[in-house]
């Protein structure tokens, strides 16, 4: 029997609706970022599971930023049942996000 289940899960998670499914509720997440959190600039999915928050940096630490930011993400529609993610929060005047850029925050959401 838990093989089925688990046949079943692996089945749906692959299924194209599934995967769009996901892809829509990644694309609400960006859109209600902004408007709930006004000092975020910018905001993009550096992969499945990794959202990154670009912020002007004020000389604080912001894992608050990132913590909020987690319980936003439980009230945009088609939130996934259960989801790992990660957030980090970068300042937004820098190059680039790359291994050396300048992270300002990192939160880690249990959806």
Excluded at 52 to 71: H, I, K, M, Q
Aim: aromatic share 10%.
């Amino acid at each position: 029997m838990i093989r089925f289940t688990i046949a079943v899960l692996i089945a749906v998670a692959a299924s194209p609706a599934f995967s769009a499914a996901v892809d829509d509720w990644e694309d609400a997440v960006l859109a209600r970022i902004p408007e709930s959190f006004p000092m975020v600039v910018d905001a993009s999915w550096e992969r499945p599971g990794s959202l990154r928050l670009f912020v002007e940096d004020n000389g604080y630490g912001r894992n608050g930023v990132a913590e909020t930011a987690c319980g936003t993400l439980r009230y945009v529609e088609g939130t996934p049942p259960t989801r790992f993610i990660t957030v980090r929060v970068f300042n937004a005047g820098s190059a680039s996000v790359s291994k050396g850029s300048e992270m300002l925050g990192y939160g880690e959401c249990n959806l």
